[in-house]
């Protein structure tokens, strides 16, 4: 881990901004994006980020009212299977509602092949 704790920041936005800047190239890193319709999600949900080996959607906070809507994600707590960090949301098998997407999408995988 350790990524910020010996970090002293000069201001409180140099702290957002490197919190940012780190779930940024996480997601490039670690995350698909995935029509939310092979997560058996409605299609007007759009496209969201996939973690596969940790299980875990990610979502830009811009775009977090269509999940919460059409994907029934508004009922996911803070802390029991949603947490936002910076500009994203993010979302865990702790979660029912998100361990059903990732066997909609391990269904859709095997199905594709």
Same mark, same amino acid.
């Given at each position: #881990?350790? $990524?910020? @704790?010996?970090?002293?920041? +000069?201001?409180?936005? +140099?702290?957002? +901004?490197?919190?940012? %800047?780190?779930?940024?190239?996480?997601?490039?890193?670690?995350?698909?994006?995935?029509? &939310?319709?092979?997560?058996?999600?409605?299609?007007?949900?759009?496209?969201?980020? !996939?973690?596969?080996?940790?299980? !875990?959607?990610?979502?830009?906070?811009?775009?977090?009212?269509?999940?919460?809507?059409?994907?029934? $994600?508004?009922?996911?707590? %803070?802390? %029991? =299977?949603? @947490? @936002?960090? =910076?500009?994203?949301?993010? $979302?865990?098998?702790?979660?029912?509602? !998100? &361990?059903?997407?990732?066997? &909609?999408?391990?269904?859709? #995988?095997?199905? =594709?092949?």
């Amino acid at each position: #881990m350790g $990524f910020f @704790t010996d970090t002293d920041f +000069d201001s409180s936005l +140099d702290m957002i +901004d490197a919190v940012n %800047e780190v779930v940024e190239r996480n997601i490039r890193n670690n995350f698909t994006q995935e029509s &939310a319709s092979k997560l058996g999600l409605d299609i007007r949900c759009g496209r969201v980020y !996939v973690d596969i080996n940790d299980q !875990v959607i990610a979502v830009p906070n811009h775009n977090i009212r269509t999940l919460d809507y059409y994907g029934g $994600f508004e009922y996911i707590k %803070e802390g %029991e =299977g949603r @947490t @936002t960090i =910076g500009e994203y949301t993010f $979302f865990t098998t702790e979660s029912d509602r !998100v &361990a059903d997407c990732f066997e &909609a999408l391990a269904d859709d #995988m095997v199905d =594709g092949e």
